[in-house]
């Protein structure tokens, strides 16, 4: 039998694990420290459980443990940019940013990503596999060790699409959350997707305080189509009536991610047609110019046409902000670390 992943399980169901092993429930409580509070690398270093206990937890559950493969830190703005190896030898990557208001750290939720966004490197090879709640909780928890600094915010805009990996995603929010671990407010989680309605309409209902961004990149269902293949399965109609409902259910602004490609959606006919789009809609708009993979052939916006996409989404009223790009001398773009690393590593 597949052991259980320890590190995946909540307090609750850590009790009744301890109940189902023959040993008193503040056992679990004590797991728990260590894995979500103290991050424990390994049962081995539990200092206040007993060797007998700590050989139980060995043969009965699976503990997750990352290994950091490489760091690299940009030396314009701090940036770090972490790759893992997972114990099965799959890699993610993960980035550390410093900001004025503090940490925050950018996860996976998968080993690459089956969305095939056309401008994306996380998905040139398809999806391999879905992260355990423990293995995007182990992504924190090492840099934490590693900076020595407490991470305040969370993004999950990493590499793989969040709500195809829904149940994890949901187990990994709650672990993260809870008051008996890190304990990061809702409001300081945020989750990118490209746009599957039915999961976003989902997660609404479960009414979290979390900030929910859509990745939207393009204002007509024909352009998003050439760029996204989820366009294909929803329309901007039924996407913006989704966003609606979102905002309904957890009064929460939604976030546009829109990435700025030069002669694809940057001019100001694609700005005007985005304000009409959106108008009406409680939220606000982070311009991305796009960051160029090697294997397409998109090119940045210049930084003139950016300045005016802004200037004219505020003139119609729209809350809109260039996004910073952090770690630029560094892959700082989803999955181009990893993508670099493996074909180095094919090249021998
Ligand atoms: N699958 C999720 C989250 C991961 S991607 C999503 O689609 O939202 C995080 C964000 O980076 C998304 O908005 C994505 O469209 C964007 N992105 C991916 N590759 C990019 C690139 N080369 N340049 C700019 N933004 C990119």
Known sequence: MEKKDIKSLTLTELKEEMTALGEK??????????????????????????????????????????????????????????????????????????????????????????????????????????????????QIYAITRETGERVSNVVVMGSGEPLDNYENLLRFITLLTDENGLHISQRNVTVSTCGIVPMMRKLAQEKLQITLALSLHAATDEKRRELMPIANQYTLEELMACCAYYFEQTGRRITFEYSLVRDVNDTRRDAETLAALIRGLNCHVNLIPVNPVKERAYVQSERQAVEAFAALLAKKGINA???????????????????????EAEEG
Not at 41 to 60: L, P
Not at 61 to 71: H, S
Not at 111 to 120: N, S
Not at 321 to 343: H, K, P
Request: aromatic share 8%.
């Open 321 to 343: 902000t260039v996004r910073r790009e952090m770690g630029r001398d560094i892959d700082g773009a989803c999955g181009q670390l990893r993508r670099r690393f493996l074909s």
């Open 25 to 138: 429930p503040f056992r679990a409580v004590q797991l728990y420290e260590w894995m979500h509070q103290k991050q424990a690398r390994g049962f081995e270093e539990m200092t206040n459980i007993s060797a007998a206990m700590k050989a139980k937890c060995g043969e009965s559950y699976l503990y997750t443990a990352l290994r950091i493969v490489t760091v690299q830190e940009s030396a314009i703005d701090g940036t770090k940019k972490y790759l893992f190896a997972l114990s099965d030898g799959n890699m993610v990557e993960s980035v550390w940013m410093r900001y004025k208001h503090g940490n925050s750290v950018c996860i996976s939720s998968q080993v690459g990503c089956r969305m095939g966004c056309r401008f994306c490197a996380s998905t040139l090879d398809g999806l391999v596999r879905n992260l355990s709640a423990s293995e995007m909780l182990d």
